[in-house]
Structures are given as C-alpha cells and as structure tokens.
C-alpha cells in the first residue's frame, strides 16, 4: 500500500515537474535558426529571470509588447484589416444599390483599387466608418469572428488567421512561460483584433491595446450595449504607441517587438535609457515564402528602425536567415 | 528509503493541497456575518465555478469590475484624491507666492473650504490641473506614491490606504481564488490608483480603469517619458464606465461592485440581460464605524440605485449589519 501510494505520488509529482520545467529541458524556440537572434533573446529572457542576477526583473515587471501586422502576421498586399472592409463593403452592398456608381465603394466592387486610392485618405474613412461603425460592439465582433474564420488570402489561400508567424507564436509562449504577461500594441483596431487574439496568440482582449473608435452606451431593446460611433478616439500608431501603452497598461515594457517606422516610438519608450530591456524588429526579407520589403514599401515601411537599430541595440530578426519555417504547419 | 520518500513526497503534496483548497476548507470571508449578503456571494461563486452547472462561467470569463471610492475604500467627507490635490497645494505653495491672495489657492492654504467651492467646477479643475499636470508620469506616480504612504486622514489618524475595507479585500481574494479576473473601474484618476492598487488590493496597474488626462510623449533629457497634460481625457463615470470597461478590458464582466448612482451604468451593463451575473452595492449605513450617508449625500449620493436595487436583483451590502470589521487590524 505504501509502496504504491509512493509510486503514485511520485509519478504525480514527477509529471508536474516536468511540465513545469518543459522550456527548460527542450528548445523553447524550435522554428528559430541557430543565429545570434535567437542567441540574444534567449539570453535576455535568461538573465532577467535569474534571481540574484543584477538583470533580474521581477515578474509583475515582465511587460512585453508586440506590434500586430508585420510582427505577429503578414501585412502584404495590404493591411488585412483593410482586406476585410473591403469584403464588408460587397456583403454590405446588396443593401446600397447606389454604391454601384458611387466611389470609393464603386471600386471597391469592380475590385479596382486604383480607383479607390484615388481618393486617398478621405476615401478610406469613408470605408472603414462604413464597415466598422453603425453596429453594437457585440454584431461586430460577431461580423469579424464570421470574417476570420472563413476568409482566405489570396496569395497563399490561407486563412488569414493561418499567416500568423510561427516562430512568433513560439517566441510568445516563451515569453509566457518565463512569466512575461504578453500585450499587443498595434496600429489596427483593437476591435478588430480582440475576437481572435486569445484563441491565435494566447492573448486575451484585455491585453490587446489598438486603435479605436468613439463609442456610446445605451440600452436597445432592454439590452445595454456598446454602440460604435464613426469618428476616431484613438491612433495607437508612432508617438501613440507609448500613450497606448501608458494608458492601457500602465508600465513601460522590458521587451518590445516591431517591424516598422510606426513601432520606432515604442521600441524607444521601450528601451532607452533602461536596463535591462530587449527591442526586436522583424525584418521582411524572404520574398519566397513571405515577402521582402522596407524601406520604399507602402505598407510597413522599415527606414529609420532600420538606420537606428545597431546603434540602439535592437536585435533585427531576419525571416529569410532566422527563421525555418514562416507560418505554422496546417 | 521508500518509507521516507513516500512521507516526504505526501507532505510535499498534502502541503500543496491544502494551500490550493485553502479558501474552501477555510471560511473565504471571514469579516463578513452570517447574512443574506453573504450567502447571495458565495452562492453565486459557487455556481459559476461548478463544473456541468448549466451556470457554470469559463475562466476567461470570469471578470469582475470593482469600484473604488465607498466601495474598496472610504470616500468622507471628500474623496481621498481631493485631499491628496488639496495636500499638492500647500506642498506647492512656497514656489508660488501669488497664491496667498489668489482663489481657489488661497482658500486651500487657509483651510477656507467654503471660498475654493464658492468657486465651483472651474475652481476644482483649476487645483486638479494644477496639481495633477505638468510633470511626466514617472514623476506624479512618486508624488502619489509619497502621499499615499505618508498621509493620514483627519478623522480616524489612520493612512489613507489603511481605509480600505477588510471584507472587500477578502471578497477580491476570494474570487481571484476562484479564478475571477478582478479589475478596478472608477472615476478617480487611472494614474492616482496606480501606484499603490497591486500592494493594497492584488489589482496591477493594467486592471485599473479610471478617468485620465491627456499625454504627450516625448524625450526628456535622453530620456524618453510620458507628460501629463492639463486636459481631461475620459471620465470614467455613470455611462463612462460601460465605455471604460470596454475600452480596456474587451469583455461584459459578470460580477460589478460600487456603492453610488455612478455606479448604476456598470451594475447595468454588468447584470441586465445576462445571467448569472451578480451586482453589488456597499450602503453606507454605519456612522459609527464608518459613515452613514446615501440619498441626500454629496460625495457617493446612493438614490437610483437603492431604489431599483431589488427589481434589478442587485446585492445590497449593509455595512453595519453585514461587516463584521470595517477596516483591516493595524
């Protein structure tokens, strides 16, 4: 009897030890090429999670923050927030027969984009204060669970929530795992990214700090709800990233990752004048199996992270280099 | 050999389980009496954590929004920030001459209440912009954090933070031990709360919603930092709340706790047309040991509330006869 009892207590104890310690025995980062990117943030997460270490951060400071399109998924052609105002504006437009002649929703429909660019910035609120305004908080997070669910890129006929970056997603649960409470902090509506953060990330709404728009409450039909209004609250973009940040979170981060000028302001709020701290910035450089671009893109231009990161200190991920493989197996 | 194995592995474990099933062994709320207050929490707690119940909440769910002033702490007979603003006056006041004969200032310095309110709204935005602007967020937080453990209410000597109530503490314990996600939402200021919520309440910085003043950020001799502006950004009061909820937390909490008519929107938004779901409201009835005070109140005022509080299924705590202790053992 005393025999197994032990047995019984040892094997429990043992199966706990081990899961406990499982990103110790095995690789952490197993899509991560052997290179000193990997290197330095393994060595970052190591030394300011040794106690006694003079690098030890305690754990209610292990803040780190993540950029979304381009650092967490891909960004190309465009933002897939836009891909998905696009695809709202032809569910929507069985409803508005007068789209057929009016732009931007006109190119929108004819799928000739060219034509909706040509009304630039004002052409684009137009759209998005269409698609993303006028319901309660609650339809729209069900229009944009239906949306990622279903809609698939059509470069590489994923889904879009399947062109998440592996390595990332591993770099995430490390992070995890050492006690680091993970944030998003991304120019995209927030809105829009928390129905599916926690289920793709391991990242619950509350921890997801984004662009907004104005609200009211209100009770409809003896329900409160949460009506989107169509007129900006809020840009977490460039200099608003610290704000978003501060407001959200409420501590500076130790570990900041980007992939842009816009997360500069963030990766500098991040780890100037602060030690220990760790800024990454994803470089896009595998046009094979992603895409490769920086300085001239129009989308997630990388040109003064870039110039400034060795001098900062900031570790430049190469995908092409750094990473085995780009998007989790399906 | 075995035999001690066995002993040390069982204490080991038996430790283990003891400290984990601590709050269910153990009465969870010891401050609190034997009443219906009472037994309507843990009911509830219990429901929503037993697993097949056709009430039973996911933990990721499980988020529970608390008020702060009258609620987690004493609010007479001005709220606790006011006092602290009133404080940064005087503080303030050698490096402003001026304010010897300048109102509001001069009425603060001599204790003059009545004249710094002949004065209205403008007066007190006028010492909260004073007193709350113009330095960065490093710096306010460590003039908070230097107030709030040092200064002593007036009436009962005790710190401020010592006023905060024995049986809410443990009530947020007890969800937390439950898997709840506890948050604070109240109207005072977001980075007033701050510094001191994680020591005093187990509530981190990112878990506290407030109202807030606009920031700018920019780079401060090398250094890059987070000012604070002297106008307000959000107040997080009445349907403020609803919005502040959404805002930073991404969810419709199932439990709400607040003690005013500013709190009715969130108790509201909380527990109508959602089930379960629990709202709470602290009356003020003990004059004795704390205040007593709830229609006609100008701090606090409790009147809507208290009226719909029974149709609307809402908990009401009898300070007096539901609390065994008002504050914690010094």
């Known amino acids: 009897m005393k025999t197994n009892c032990c047995a ?9 030890l081990t899961n406990s ?3 110790v025995a095995d690789d952490p980062l197993p899509s991560w090429n052997e290179t000193a990117a990997k290197q330095s ?25 993540f950029d979304n399109d381009g650092t967490l998924w891909s960004e190309q052609p465009y933002y897939f927030q836009l891909a998905f ?5 032809k569910a929507m437009a069985p409803d508005h027969p ?15 984009l060219k034509a909706v660019m040509a009304g630039g910035k004002k052409s684009l609120i137009e759209i998005v204060a269409t698609t993303h305004a006028g319901m309660t908080a609650d339809e729209f997070e069900q229009i944009v669970t ?12 994923r889904l879009y929530k399947e062109m998440v970056y592996q390595p990332m997603l591993e770099l995430l649960a490390y992070l995890r795992a050492n006690d680091f409470k993970t944030f998003i902090v991304s120019g ?41 209004l169509p007129e900006v609250d809020f840009i977490d973009d460039k200099e608003g990233k610290p704000i978003g940040i501060h407001s959200h979170i409420g501590r500076r981060p130790v570990f900041a990752a980007g992939n842009s000028d816009g997360d500069w302001a963030m990766l500098q709020y991040t780890t100037i004048a602060r030690s220990p701290s760790f800024g990454l910035i994803v470089h896009h450089t595998d046009a094979d199996r992603e895409w490769a671009y920086d300085r001239e893109s129009h989308i997630g231009q990388l040109d003064k992270a870039l110039d400034d990161a060795e001098q900062k200190g900031w570790t430049i991920v190469d995908m092409k280099q750094d990473w085995k493989v780009i998007y989790p197996a399906k």
Chains 1, 2 share one sequence.
Do not use: N
């Open 98 to 112: 007068e789209w057929k002649t009016q732009q931007p929703f006109q190119g929108v429909l004819e799928g000739d």
């Open 146 to 157: 239906e949306w990622i669910s279903t809609a698939k890129h059509p470069k590489t006929g």
């Open 41 to 65: 943030i393994v060595a970052f997460v190591e030394k300011v999670t040794q106690p006694g270490s003079p690098d030890f951060v305690p754990t209610d400071e292990r803040v780190a923050t």
């Open 8 to 16: 019984f207590l040892f094997a429990y104890l043992a199966a706990m």
């Open 188 to 228: 995209g509506g927030i809105e829009f990214m928390r129905p599916w953060t926690e289920a793709t990330y391991g990242i619950p709404p509350e921890q997801v700090v984004g662009s907004s728009i104005q609200t009211r409450y209100e009770v409809r039909d003896g329900k409160p709800v949460i009506v989107r």
């Open 21 to 23: 310690s499982i990103a």
């Open 85 to 89: 105002a696009l695809d709202r504006v």
